[in-house]
């Protein structure tokens, strides 16, 4: 695992030192903004609350708000992660350093995965928010974090993976769109599909039941696997597409 | 420090690098000559742990670099061609990111970074963001990389390549004093270049090792063996007494301005040289020529790799029963 912690500070310092990062999250943080800001004037107009239909609900999964930003940041944070630096030629002083090449993979999920958990952390304060006004179920509060932290990490990773794939970050932001946004079209296949093996797939995978059951305090542990897979899978594969450059 | 032996490396059909093997030894300056495109990068590469060989092996500071990569290329200071910089960072910022990757312990990394700086003068310019260092900067920062965990071996990728002069003398004069404590190999398509910085030269070509030795059997390829003989008089005739001398192979006509006329004589041996030039003086000075130089020309780079590259070819096809007897002698 040599060579970790170097290049996580620098990865982490090469985001935040360019406005990329900081417009990022500033476009998330309105999204999410905007997304609280209805589910207030929407409960607040409200009488009665269903048990499993509060405002807690709506933030995590109910709206296009949080699935937005929830399927667009993941790719545009790991977009630069190695195609930049095969594009600028940095990846040959990288891997002739004396360094491991899961090191290098893991400290570049993780820097992304900190950037990730940074541009949430915001969003807390909503919750501070939310408890003025009322209680706050905390189990519903970190199931539904968890959720988003599970979703970000897979997410992340295949991010990783096709920065990998691609010497254009344009490419690789491409590419992990459409996986991303592919699992989660896949996903509302649960709704078309009456029954039988197609729905049951495609609620398997779907990122929107998923959320739904966290944002119950629900943790499923078929969710909790599937978001590790998905999560260390792409990160080996990707392994093994870094020692695939020096075999070329 | 550096063992290479039948070192192969194949893209696809293409074979980059073609059973080549050297030694580089410690506290020696080795250059590596070759045209672009000879496969120069390539050997760097696998020495560097950047490329995995085809075929051979690489072992540097007695380290295997394919049984142990990562301790071999923590023995190696390498600086990539074009030297590749991260553009947002400061010069002392990256030069501790790197020193911090190749395991400089954390109480010396601040003393190994201001040393670094200090040995390629780039001290003035710690702080500057490297996006806006020049070519020349650039250069130095990539060499103070190298420098940072004071590796036993340096594999530099045309250090001096986008230089100016003066920048090119520093540069040299810095790896020369570099080879105080570290075994340097460094690569370039510059003759003069391995002249003024390396103690030995290895000359690649098509990916084939084709000549590697010191200076002086360097200094031999590049003895020429023609002659220029600057005449005043008319030149058919000068052309005509040149050619009937003995040894010659051809004459031919270099320039002609105004009534001199510069003939160039290509010599059948080496030792031909010097009595064919006394008998060429005396027949064209009996001929009522009027000599005014005479100088052996001196062969160009072009002209060494030519006439290695030539030979290499004549080993290619060894069925064609070539009797060229000027290359005999083009490998030390």
């Known amino acids: 695992m040599s060579g970790f912690w170097p290049i996580f500070k620098r990865d982490l310092f090469a985001i935040f030192v360019t406005p990329m990062a900081w417009a990022l999250i500033v476009i998330f943080l309105l999204l999410e903004g905007l997304n609280f800001y209805w589910l207030t004037v929407h409960f607040a107009n409200q009488v009665d609350l269903a048990v499993d239909h509060g405002p807690l609900q709506w933030f995590f999964g109910e709206t296009i708000l949080f699935y937005l930003p929830l399927l667009m940041l993941p790719p545009a944070l790991t977009m630069r992660s190695f195609a930049e630096e095969r594009r600028a030629g940095t990846i040959e002083s990288l891997l002739t350093a004396p360094v491991s090449t899961p090191g290098v993979v893991l400290a570049k999920w993780c820097a992304a995965l900190a950037t990730y958990l940074i541009a949430w952390a915001p969003t807390l304060l909503y919750i501070v928010i939310l408890r003025r006004a009322g209680d706050v179920d905390w189990r519903v509060v970190g199931s539904s974090y968890l959720g988003v932290v599970l979703i970000g990490a897979s997410f992340l990773s295949i991010g990783v993976l096709m920065s990998s794939m691609s010497k254009s970050q344009f490419v690789a932001v491409l590419l992990s769109l459409a996986v991303t946004v592919g699992l989660f079209i896949l996903g509302i296949g649960e709704f078309i599909f009456d029954r039988g093996l197609a729905h049951d797939i495609c609620s398997h995978i779907s990122i929107w039941s998923q959320m739904a059951d966290f944002s119950k305090g629900q943790i499923d542990s078929r969710h909790l696997v599937f978001h590790l897979s998905l999560t260390i899978l792409p990160l080996f594969i990707c392994v093994r597409v870094v020692d695939s450059w020096r075999w070329g | 420090m550096i063992e290479v032996k039948h070192l192969t490396k ?231 007494v040149l050619e009937k001398i003995e040894g010659v192979r051809d004459v031919r006509e270099a320039s002609n301005r105004q009534d001199v006329v510069v003939l160039e004589v290509r010599w059948t041996h080496k030792a031909d040289t010097a009595a064919g030039t006394e008998q060429a003086v005396q027949a064209l000075v009996d001929a009522g020529m009027k000599l005014r130089e005479v100088a052996p020309t001196k062969a160009s780079l072009e002209d060494v790799f030519a006439l290695l590259t030539e030979e290499e070819q004549q080993e290619a096809d060894e069925s064609d029963a070539s009797t060229d007897s000027d290359r005999g002698e083009a490998s030390p």
């Open chain 2, 10 to 240: 194949t893209y696809g059909s293409v074979q980059a690098v073609r059973d080549v093997s050297f030694e580089v030894g410690a506290k020696e300056v080795v250059g590596f000559l070759g045209p672009n495109g000879a496969g120069k990068s390539t050997t760097l590469r696998i020495i560097a742990g950047f490329l995995g060989a085809t075929r051979g092996r690489v072992v540097v500071d007695g380290v295997d670099t394919v049984q142990e990569p990562v301790r071999a290329r923590s023995r190696i200071g390498y600086m990539p061609e074009n030297v590749p910089l991260y553009p947002e960072m400061r010069v002392n910022e990256y030069l501790r990111f790197r020193a911090e990757l190749k395991g400089v312990p954390r109480a010396q990394r601040r003393e190994a970074v201001e040393r670094a700086m200090r040995d390629v003068h780039l001290f003035d310019h710690a702080q500057v963001i490297i996006g806006n260092l020049s070519k020349g900067y650039r250069q130095r920062v990539g060499l103070a990389d190298a420098l940072v965990s004071r590796p036993a071996v340096l594999v530099l990728d045309e250090p001096t390549a986008g230089l100016d002069p003066n920048q090119i003398r520093d540069v040299r004069d810095l790896i020369r004093s570099l080879a105080k404590h570290h075994a340097v190999l460094l690569s370039t398509h510059i003759m003069s270049e391995v002249e003024s910085t390396c103690d030995r030269a290895l000359v690649i070509d098509r990916g084939r090792l084709v000549a590697q030795g010191t200076l002086d059997d360097l200094r031999k390829l590049r003895r020429s063996r023609a002659t220029r003989f600057a005449v005043r008089g008319e030149p058919a005739r000068a052309l005509e």
